[in-house]
C-alpha cells in the first residue's frame, strides 16, 4: 500500500530532520474509528502527524492537492490518490458535504480520520473560530474525538515558502473530549456550534495559540 510504502521509506529521514516528538499518545486509541480534531499551522502537518502513529491516518485535503501540476504537485497528487486522502472542494458547498460523508465512512469503517476544524490554515499562527464540521462528524459517528496541537511546522514550511527548513516539531495528542451530553444532537445547529466551539477549546489549551473567534478563510480574504 503506498501509504504504508511512503511511510516506511521517507519516515525515519523526516523524523530526524525535525526532531519529531509525540506527547499524549496513549491518548489514542490503538483500535477502533477515531476522530483527530488539531490546529492547522503549515501545509507540512498532514505529513508529520502520521508519523507518530503506528494506525493509518486518512485527511481530509483541498481538491488541487489531487490535480498534478508542477513536478512537486504531482508527487503530492499521487500520493493523496494512492493513500486513500478525500478531497474536497472548498469552493463547492454540495461537494464539501459530500466529502463529510466519505470522511464518516472511514470512521466508521474503524479508521482513524484527521480534520482541521479551522478548515484551513492559520494566516498567522493564532486559533481561528472553527467550523461545524468536525461537530457534525463526531455527533453522528459517536467516535471520540481527540484534540491535538501541532507545534513547529510553521517554521519548517511557513505560508508562501517554497522549499522546507529545518526546525523542531512537536504533536501533543490530549484527552478525548468529552461530548455525552450532546449525544445524538447532530440535526441540532446549536449543539453543532457549541460541539465545534469545545473542541476548538481543547485544542487551545494544548496549543496555547492565542484564539480569534472569526473564521480563518475570512481573514485570508480581508488580507
Same mark, same amino acid.
Given at each position: ?12 529521514m ?14 489514542v ?5 477515531v ?33 498534478g501540476?508542477?513536478w512537486p504537485?504531482r ?6 490518490? /494512492?493513500?486513500?486522502? *478525500? !478531497? @474536497? ?12 460523508? $466519505?470522511?464518516? #465512512? ?14 484551513t490554515?492559520?494566516p ?10 468536525v ?6 459517528? /459517536?467516535?471520540?474525538? *481527540? !484534540? @491535538? ?6 517554521r ?5 515558502? $517554497?522549499?522546507? #527548513? ?11 473530549v468529552d461530548?455525552?451530553?450532546y ?15 469545545l473542541?476548538?477549546?481543547r ?10 473567534p ?10
Open positions: 500500500m503506498m501509504y504504508e510504502h511512503v511511510k516506511r521509506l521517507s519516515g525515519p523526516l523524523r530526524a530532520a525535525v526532531r519529531l516528538e509525540a506527547v499524549g499518545l496513549e491518548n486509541p490503538r483500535s477502533n474509528g476522530i483527530l480534531a488539531s490546529n492547522h499551522l503549515s501545509i507540512v502537518d498532514s505529513t508529520f502527524l502520521p508519523l507518530v502513529l503506528d494506525r493509518q491516518v486518512t485527511f481530509m485535503a483541498k481538491s488541487e492537492y489531487f490535480a501540476g508542477p504537485m508527487i503530492i497528487s499521487s500520493f493523496m490518490q /494512492g493513500s486513500g486522502q *478525500v !478531497p @474536497v472542494d472548498r469552493d463547492n458547498q454540495r461537494a464539501a458535504v459530500a466529502s463529510l460523508d $466519505a470522511c464518516l #465512512r472511514v470512521v466508521k469503517d474503524g479508521g482513524v480520520f484527521c480534520i482541521y476544524p479551522e478548515g490554515r492559520s498567522d499562527g493564532r486559533l481561528y473560530r472553527a467550523k461545524t464540521g461537530a457534525w462528524l463526531a455527533l453522528t459517528s /459517536g467516535a471520540p474525538v *481527540v !484534540p @491535538v496541537a501541532m507545534s513547529g511546522t510553521d519548517v514550511l511557513p505560508p508562501r515558502r $517554497a522549499l522546507p #527548513r529545518p526546525a523542531k516539531v512537536k504533536v501533543t495528542f490530549g484527552k478525548p461530548l455525552s451530553a449525544e445524538g444532537s447532530a440535526g441540532d445547529a446549536r449543539a453543532r456550534r457549541a460541539v465545534s466551539d473542541i476548538t477549546q485544542i487551545a489549551e494544548l496549543s496555547r495559540q492565542e484564539y480569534v472569526v473564521y480563518a478563510a475570512k481573514v485570508k480574504e480581508q488580507g
